[in-house]
Nanobody
Framework: QVQVVESGGGLVQAGGSLRLSCAASGSFLRINTMGWYRQAPGKQRELVADITRGGNTNYGDSVKGRFTISRDNAKNTVYLQMNSLKPEDTAVYYC????????????WGQGTQVTVSS
């Protein structure tokens, strides 16, 4: 059994910062890619950022230059530093983990709410 748990969401004013964390635990040898997705009311879930085990990163266009993803493989944890937040960043943020052998996200967290006020 694998658990993925996000933390760090909350309410922040526009222009502010938040740092999300996501920890995976359970029975597995390693995690390949870890990613952050978000879903706003009435919208589809979209990629925020992802990071491979080797540290290669990929960002959604709307967050490039403002958000930074990082990970600690020893702790099976991924972070999302969010700066210069905008009201349109308001969403539920989900963490996902891709475990071998097949590509694709196998486990998702329950999500953490991020609300940016104008």
């Amino acid at each position: 059994q694998v658990q993925v748990v996000e933390s760090g969401g909350g309410l922040v004013q526009a222009g502010g910062s938040l740092r999300l964390s996501c920890a995976a635990s359970g029975s597995f040898l390693r995690i390949n890619t870890m990613g952050w997705y978000r879903q706003a009311p009435g919208k589809q879930r979209e990629l925020v950022a992802d990071i491979t085990r080797g540290g290669n990163t990929n960002y959604g266009d709307s967050v490039k230059g403002r958000f930074t993803i990082s990970r600690d493989n020893a702790k099976n944890t991924v972070y999302l530093q969010m700066n210069s937040l905008k009201p349109e960043d308001t969403a539920v943020y989900y963490c996902a983990a891709d475990l071998p052998p097949l590509p694709g996200y196998d486990y998702w967290g329950q999500g953490t709410q991020v609300t940016v006020s104008s």
